[in-house]
């Protein structure tokens, strides 16, 4: 089992940088394939982002690719979401998730999740 906590969400303004963190606690967190999702209010919770757990391979949304890097500390276990030329649209709380399953773009295939963090872009 591991347990997730983001930081590192705020309130910038179009353009701008964030770099959201997970830190996990469990001896096992380098096994997990990790991901990002996000959701607006009144949306449904979407991907944006994996890392394998050797973090030899990485997937995006095509929202944020190019825009977003996914990376990942298995000494520190703790998971990074750098997020760049921030947009208004990118606004949402922001959660980091694992899993040990193949699948990696949808939520039902990661039993566990942080609480989330707030990113908000002002324009």
């Known amino acids: 089992q591991v347990q997730l906590v983001e930081s590192g969400g705020g309130l910038v303004q179009a353009g701008e940088s964030l770099r959201l963190t997970c830190a996990a606690s469990?001896?096992?967190?380098?096994?997990?394939?990790m991901g990002w999702f996000r959701q607006a209010p009144g949306k449904e919770r979407e991907f944006v982002a994996a890392?394998?757990?050797?973090?030899?391979?990485?997937y995006y949304a095509d929202s944020v690719k190019g825009r977003f890097t996914i990376s990942k500390d298995n000494n520190k276990n703790t998971l990074y979401l750098q997020m760049n030329s921030l947009k208004p649209d990118d606004t949402a709380v922001y959660y980091c998730a694992a899993t040990m399953s193949i699948a990696h773009r949808v939520t039902t295939a990661y039993p566990y999740w942080g609480q989330g963090t707030q990113v908000t872009v002002s324009s």
């Open positions: 890392i394998r757990p050797s973090a030899s391979i990485t």
């Open positions: 469990g001896r096992t967190f380098s096994s997990y394939t």
